[in-house]
Structure formats: structure tokens, C-alpha cells
Nanobody, 123 residues
Framework: QVQLVESGGGLVQAGGSLRLSCLVSGRTFSSYGMGWFRQAPGTEREFVAA????????YYADSVKGRFTISRDNAKNTVYLQMNSVKPEDTAVYYC????????????????WGQGTQVTVSS
């Protein structure tokens, strides 16, 4: 059983920064590609960022490219999302997910999900 627990969410002013963490327990963390997704009220869950097992490749949604950075520490079984220059439209519940080693933008390809952490950006 793989369990994912997100942390680091909260209230931040527009233009500020926040770092989300996702601790993964269970099977070998290093064998999973990891992704971050988000869901705002009344909208579908959407892709934010993904990272491969070897950290050789990262992928970003156009809306966050240049502002957010995904990283992972395989020794700590943790994936991070550094959020800089945040905007009110970044307000959402953020979820981390574990899936195929090559990582993907496709939500349905991920096998395991965390419970989410709320990020609220005030203007």
C-alpha cells in the first residue's frame, strides 16, 4: 500500500512563495514518477507539474511554467512543489500523485493520490 501525505499549504499573498511537500510511504518511492495536480472549486482537477524517477525530466502546465518548480529527494521519499510569484488563480487544493516512471500529464495514469492541501492566494 502506497500512502501520500501533502503538507505546506496555506494562505499567501499574491507575488509570494510557498513550498508544498509530499511524503510517500510504502513501496519504493524511487520507482514512481510523481505529479502535482490542483482543483479549484467548480472545476476539474488539472495537471500542474510532473517529474520522472531519475529526475531527468520535468514537465509543467503552461500556466505555471517559469513560476513553479517540481523536485524530488529519493533519500527522503519526498516530492516538492516550489511555488513562486503566486497569483490568485493558483488558489486550489493541490494533490500529489504517484504513477508511471516516465511521468505524465494524464491524471488517469496515476495510481496513488494524497488527500490534498489547500493553497489560497489573496490579492
Amino acid at each position: 500500500q502506497v500512502q501520500l501525505v501533502e503538507s505546506g499549504g496555506g494562505l499567501v499573498q499574491a507575488g509570494g512563495s510557498l513550498r508544498l511537500s509530499c511524503l510517500v510511504s510504502g513501496r519504493t518511492f524511487s520507482s514512481y514518477g510523481m505529479g502535482w495536480f490542483r482543483q479549484a472549486p467548480g472545476t476539474e482537477r488539472e495537471f500542474v507539474a510532473a517529474i520522472t524517477t531519475s529526475v531527468s525530466s520535468t514537465y509543467y502546465a503552461d500556466s505555471v511554467k517559469g513560476r513553479f518548480t517540481i523536485s524530488r529527494d529519493n533519500a527522503k521519499n519526498t516530492v516538492y512543489l516550489q511555488m513562486n510569484s503566486v497569483k490568485p488563480e493558483d488558489t486550489a487544493v493541490y494533490y500529489c500523485a504517484a504513477g508511471p516512471s516516465w511521468a505524465t500529464r494524464t491524471l488517469s495514469r496515476y495510481d496513488y493520490w494524497g488527500q490534498g492541501t489547500q493553497v489560497t492566494v489573496s490579492s
